[in-house]
């Protein structure tokens, strides 16, 4: 049985320092979700950590590291305060313990992982800190997402799509001469809420579209049950076009279509 789709929009990280991090790639552009080329990668396997203190108190109940070069062995541990001694030490209020970041263990093709964090109650941190352990050679992570997950009421209907877009281009000649630029491939996702209730869209959805408009970075789960496909179902990118809440046959209900282009 699938479960229902989630949404977090990430939280600005703050301000980050890191145990080890290459000079080229700071830990700071774990925050930089907009560029995925940007990651954050260690000198080595010893002292891998980032710590951010964040400008307010934010409630955190999601947490997912992004495109990780994880292995077998990785595992990562969250913690979530509102001092430095406490995300630093063992008195933090949120504590996950070590966790396997390759869980389900089932790889994508580029070798590439996204964890999946759920925590069970909301937390009001802030202050957070990651830990690594276990792996072989330097770490390299693309970004970090923490948040407050979200999800509709209903499924979504039976005729969504999987997609993917190419941003390079193919021509050929009419004398058989082919001419390529090249591109990335992007992800894509479209949905349909086909009952989407009037408390949904307005305090789910219009905020962040009032807000943020296409211009968003939000990270998608399609069915975030445990499973071996459940990275191939994570997205995080751009609304394609803004969605639009349309009236329903029933009062107060809307159909509302999602199509996502993802960065990673």
Request: proline residues 5%.
């Amino acid at each position: 049985m699938a479960s229902l789709p989630i949404l977090v929009v990430p939280i600005d990280l703050g301000t980050i320092i890191s145990g080890n991090a290459r000079s080229n790639r700071g830990v700071g552009n774990l925050n930089r979700l907009k560029y995925p080329g940007m990651t954050w990668k260690s000198d080595g396997n010893s002292n891998v950590w980032a710590r951010g203190s964040l400008a307010e108190v934010t409630a955190i109940d999601f947490c997912a590291i992004i495109a990780a070069t994880a292995q077998a062995g990785t595992t990562y541990r969250l913690r979530l305060g509102t001092t430095q001694a406490e995300v630093d030490g063992e008195s933090a209020p949120y504590d996950s313990g070590a966790l396997t970041l390759v869980d389900p263990a089932r790889p994508r093709d580029d070798g590439l992982y996204h964890s999946h964090l759920e925590l069970a109650e909301v937390e009001n941190a802030s202050w957070w800190r990651i830990d690594i352990a276990g792996h072989t050679g330097d770490f390299e992570a693309a970004g970090l997402v923490l948040g407050q997950r979200q999800s509709t009421a209903r499924y979504y209907d039976q005729d969504f799509e999987y997609g993917h877009e190419d941003l390079g281009s193919l021509d050929i000649a009419r004398n058989g001469v082919v001419a390529e630029t090249p591109g990335a491939v992007l992800r894509t996702l479209l949905f349909r809420l086909a009952w989407l209730s009037e408390a949904e869209y307005f305090t789910m959805f219009e905020p962040v579209l009032r807000r943020y408009g296409k211009r968003a970075v939000i990270y998608w789960c399609l069915d975030p049950e445990s499973g071996p496909y459940r990275q191939h179902k994570t997205y995080l990118g751009y609304f394609e076009r803004s969605p639009f809440a349309r009236g329903n046959q029933r009062p107060r209900e809307f159909t509302m279509e999602v199509l996502i282009r993802s960065l990673f």
